[in-house]
């Protein structure tokens, strides 16, 4: 297990250090990444489900709103120590209404092939937030 632990931590370092190298400096790259995840595009609209067993009803603005009022400055990955390799995405944000800047987290696990011959390793993104503690959407209930 020991050995284990250290393969797992050092999966988590490389892979946030090949982020970082290859990705964090790449606003204009990385922008249609952050759009897809926080479900910002083109129109405002309504987005309702559960969480956590709670339910939720959200608008979320359109991007042309979304970009009057807010600025995605930058992500930067970080390793996390876990019973598997771990990166947590931490996304920096500018609220040009409250001149206050923000961070909010997009976790990935990377995950081991499955099956006798083994391929690539694949990765799973996981919001790290709820959708009504985003600092840009209207609560509707």
């Keep these: 297990m020991e050995k284990y632990s250290k393969l797992c931590q050092k ?5 946030a250090k090949q ?3 290859n990705l964090s400096n790449r606003k204009q ?4 990444i952050f759009h897809f995840f926080f479900k910002i ?17 959200v608008l979320l603005p359109s991007s042309d709103e979304w970009i009057k009022n807010y600025e995605f400055k930058h992500i930067v990955a970080k390793p996390k120590i876990a019973g598997q390799p771990e990166v947590i995405l931490e996304c920096l944000f ?3 209404k409250n001149k ?19 391929g690539n390793p694949e990765a799973k993104v996981y ?13 509707l209930i």
């Design 127 to 139: 919001k790290q937030w709820s959708y009504n503690s985003l600092p840009w959407i209207i609560n």
């Design 100 to 118: 206050k800047e923000f961070v909010v987290d997009l976790k990935i696990e990377i995950r081991w092939s499955h099956g006798k011959f083994c």
């Design 11 to 15: 999966v988590s370092e490389e892979s």
């Design 29 to 32: 790259a990385l922008s249609p």
């Design 19 to 21: 982020f970082n190298a």
């Design 94 to 96: 500018y609220d040009k």
């Design 41 to 57: 595009n083109g129109i405002s609209y309504m987005l309702a489900g559960t969480e956590k067993s709670h339910s939720f009803a």
